[in-house]
Structures are given as C-alpha cells and as structure tokens.
C-alpha cells in the first residue's frame, strides 16, 4: 500500500503538466516542440540514472533511498512553480528526474523481495494502482479552467505534499537490503529473455507517455473539451486501469503470456481509434479500452515475468534496466510528439505509439514462459 501512495504522488506530479502545458506555453511564449522538450526534460535524467540507481538499491538501505528521492523530486516541483524561465523550469524538471529515479528500482525490489507467485503479482498490481489513481488526480486538477491561471501555485502545493510523503518512506519503508539470504550481484543480469522485455516494455510505454504529457492539449486544441468534460475525458483511462491491473492479475495467473500478447495489440486499437472519432462523447470507448489494456493494467504482467527471470541478487539491477528501456520511450514520445504537434499533425502520434506496439507484440513472441520464482538465468538463457 505503501508503494501505491507514492506511484499515486510521482504520478500526479507528472500529470498535472499535461493540462498545464497551454497556460505554461503562454507564460514563457514558447510553442508546441519546446513544450515537448520540457516534457522529455524530467524523463532524460529519469532515464540515464534508472540502471545506476538500480544496482544502487541492491546495496543501501531502501528507507534512505525512497525517502531522500521524495524530498529531492518534491523540492524540485515546488521551485518550479517560482522560477522565472523556461530554462529554470526545464532544468528543474531535470533535477525532479535525477531524484525520482531511484524510486522504481528500490520500491519494486522491496516489493520482490517481500512477496511470492500470484501474493507478488497481486502486490505489484495494487501498487502500480497508484499511478492510475495519481494520473487521474493529476489530470482532474490541472484540467480545471482556474488551475491553468494559477499553475505556478498548483506546483508548489504539489512539491511541498510530495516531500511530505518522505516521512511516510523513513517510518515504513525496511532499513537494509537482505544481503545475508540473498548475497547482491554486482552485475546486470542480462538474459535473451531480459532484452525482449525491454522490447515490450518500450512498445507499451511510449503510447503511455505520449497520453500523459499530450492527450490533454489534444483535447483541449482538437476536441475543444474544458473544464469537467477536459478533467474527466483525460482521467478515464488511468482511473479504469487502476483497478483492471489488479483483476487482470487476479484473472490470468499463470497466463499472462498469452494476455500480454493479446493486450498489446487490443491497446494498439484503442490508440488508432482516437483521432478517428470526431464526436467527442464517443472517444470515451477508446479510451476505456486503453485503460483496461494499456500500459497500467500490462505492467504487472510484464513484472511478474521479469521478476520471475531475475535473480533474488539481481533485482534492483534488473528491474532497473527493464525501466530504462521503458523510460526512453518516455524521454522520446513528448518530444517527438511536440514536433508533430509544431507542424499541426499530432494525430500522427497516436499512430506511431500504434506501431511501436506492433513491435512490442512482435518481441512478445520470443518470450518463453517461466513459473519460477526468481529463476536462474542460466536456465532461462
């Protein structure tokens, strides 16, 4: 539960700049493709430091390491709702990135290390609920006429909760890494079966991303939705998905090979279908089949297999990589999207993110199943 609260704070963070982006641009007077670029800013350092700051967790106390990125990630939202450029705020987002980025690795390795089979995925499930919740909560606020006019406000309120939540980690969160069962690798445990997950993991992510940081300013300049319509329209996906992940892991057990595959295309759809419907009460079906098999309700199939190829050792620096691989589709959607959105063709992107799907399910394919806990890589190479 603990891991849910902060996917639920790191993702509302996030969200909240994506109905914000409009007003943001206006304050700074810079365009589409440099509101990408902030977009990809927080997402670069988040990136480049997520294999570092996996084999990182395998050794230090995960209470020192969540807690000091809370404070580190919601100091640097706060400040920028003060600063007075562009570049101050990109850079800051920048430094929000670096801090954040020990979060995944040490917050799923604990959740590894604590649970087994189906109690595993189930936790994983509930904990990446978080980050449905928080997109929701994310988009709901910023989404509002008033909150676009008072955004500067909006980032600090949401820095200073953020860092709040450190004092949560520090109590909760276990003091040392259980090096005594489970002796730490001081190397990435690199499988055939690693890299192909990082193929699916890029293929879901990017489409995820570029809804995060976009959908709402295409509602907004395409649709022309404000206000409640703008605020539930962009929640839908996350808010369904929330509670999917979990009944999808509920449902699939041992299946979740074969749900991946059919996920992946399933939400490959949904994305096509989006700059296809012009009514705007009839984009809610896409949306919700996004939301009950897009990137949220995938992720804890796609970590019950990695975890199930990893070693105990190897967690952190495993599932660091496999976020790494993810995470730089987060770094390329926003801008990439910006720039067809500077030439007036962001409806390109929703088809892009359709294919990079098509590739994720094609990667999907070479994947072998595994039922074993924490397997060794030598048997599953």
């Known amino acids: 539960m603990l891991g849910a609260v902060g ?12 109905p914000l982006l409009i007003a943001i ?17 927080f997402f670069l ?20 390491l969540l807690a000091g990125s809370f404070v580190g990630f919601g100091a640097a939202i706060a400040l920028g709702g003060v600063v007075g450029s562009f570049i ?12 954040q980025a020990i979060y995944f690795p040490a917050q799923y390795a604990v959740t590894a290390r604590g649970a087994h089979g189906q109690a595993r995925d189930l936790t994983t499930a509930i904990t990446n609920g978080g980050m449905g919740v928080g997109v929701a909560i994310g988009f709901g606020v910023a989404a509002w006429p008033q909150a676009g006019a008072h955004w500067q406000a909006l980032l600090v309120v949401a820095g200073l909760l953020t860092m709040m939540a450190s004092i949560l980690f520090w109590r909760a969160a276990p003091a040392r890494v259980p ?8 190397r990435i445990p690199w499988s055939r079966d690693l890299w192909l997950l990082c193929l699916v993991n890029f293929g879901s992510l990017f489409g995820f991303f570029f809804m995060l940081t976009w959908l709402p300013y ?60 012009g009514a705007p009460g009839l984009l809610l079906v896409p949306l919700i089949v996004y939301g009950l098999v897009g ?8 970590l019950g297999e990695a975890t199930r190829r990893l070693p105990v050792a190897g967690l952190g620096a495993g599932l660091g990589v496999l976020n790494f691989s993810g995470m730089l589709a987060s770094v390329v959607a926003p801008v990439v999207a910006g720039i067809m959105a500077q030439g007036g063709h962001l409806a390109w992107a929703f ?3 359709a294919v990079l799907l098509a590739f994720g399910l094609v990667a999907s394919l070479g994947l072998r199943s595994v039922n074993g806990q924490g397997a060794d890589l030598a048997k599953v190479n």
Request: glycine residues 8%; charged residues 10%; positive net charge.
């Open 45 to 64: 350092a988040y990136t480049v430091l997520q294999v570092p700051a996996g084999m990182i967790a395998d050794h230090l106390s995960p209470r020192a």
């Open 179 to 186: 090096t005594a069962a489970h002796p730490t690798s001081r």
């Open 88 to 99: 101050g705020l990109t850079l800051l987002l920048l430094l929000a990135g670096a801090a």
């Open 295 to 302: 990137k949220l309700s995938t992720d804890p199939l796609i």
């Open 351 to 353: 088809d892009l993110a």
């Open 7 to 18: 996917w639920m704070l790191v993702y509302a963070d996030r969200a909240v700049f994506g």
């Open 25 to 41: 641009g206006h304050h700074f007077a810079v365009g589409p493709a440099e509101l990408g670029l902030l977009g990809s800013a």
């Open 218 to 277: 295409y509602l907004q300049t395409v649709s022309h939705l404000q206000g409640g319509a703008l605020a539930l329209t962009s929640a839908l996906s996350p808010l369904i998905a929330a509670p999917a992940g979990v009944l999808w892991v509920k449902l699939v057990k041992d299946s979740r090979l074969l749900a991946i595959r059919l996920f992946l295309p399933l939400a490959g759809l949904s994305l096509l279908a989006v700059p296809l419907i």
